[in-house]
């Protein structure tokens, strides 16, 4: 009898704490989940503003009627991208670590580790915050890739009989300033984030392999 109700106490003990572990745990993505989606939702509408800026110039500078015009509303709007880009670079930085690190940890965790009996609650919400952050990673690059289409737009222009050379002076000027989302002093591109996601999916998968 005493054996059977120590063996009874046990099992509550460990329901117990396995409940308690799973609200924990489950607190603790909440917070950790909700503070890197807040920061990246603020992102989001910094990368859709920019994005906006860059249109309203471009139908801005249908209207212009000097070449010199348009070259200094550029000036303006590359030093608010610029601008801009150096105050969240730091956020966007902390953003790329927490892509790398969460799911290449998550799965160390429930593979080597065995924390987890039910993996699935862990990994779903590391997956969609990752997602989160990739999904801002190329918003934020098509800023560039947005910047890199101006110059062709001006060039398509007419200013009028005799501004050709004005034309081309603005179009070299815009192409020269090379606008867009820098980040550390690194222009972001489309390319460099496709880049990052497959390397990061190589990793992951190889993780993968290897617990399985």
């Known amino acids: 009898v005493g054996s059977a109700v120590s063996g009874s106490t046990a099992e509550v003990d460990e329901f117990e704490y396995a409940v308690i572990r799973s609200v924990l745990h489950a607190c603790v993505m909440a917070v ?19 994005n906006i800026m860059i249109d ?19 000036n303006m709007t590359q030093a608010i991208l610029r601008k801009a880009s150096v105050s969240v670079e730091h956020c966007l930085l902390v953003l ?3 892509v790398v690190s969460t799911v ?16 699935t609650p862990a990994i779903v919400p590391a997956l969609g915050i990752t997602c ?25 222009i ?3 009989e005799g501004m050709e050379i004005a034309r081309q002076r603005t179009v070299d000027y815009i192409s020269s300033s090379a606008a867009g989302f820098y980040v550390f002093g690194m222009r972001l591109t489309t390319s460099m984030v496709l880049k990052f996601m497959y390397i990061w999916c190589i990793v992951v998968l190889g993780l993968l392999t290897r617990l399985g």
């Not at 950790?32 to 920019?50: D, E, K, N, P, Q």
């Not at 918003?139 to 062709?152: D, F, G, H, M, Y």
């Open 104 to 119: 290449p940890l998550l799965l160390v965790d429930v593979g080597v580790l065995r924390t987890y009996s039910a993996p």
């Open 32 to 50: 950790f989940g909700g503070v890197t989606l807040s920061f990246a939702y603020g992102l989001v509408h910094i990368c859709r503003s920019l």
């Open 158 to 160: 007419s200013f009028g």
């Open 56 to 74: 309203a110039f471009c139908c801005d500078v249908v209207r212009q009627q000097s070449p010199d015009t348009v070259a200094h509303i550029w």
């Open 96 to 98: 790329c670590l927490i």
């Open 132 to 156: 989160g952050i990739l999904y801002v990673l190329l918003l934020a690059a098509t800023i560039s890739e947005q910047c890199t289409s101006v110059p062709a737009l001006v060039n398509a």
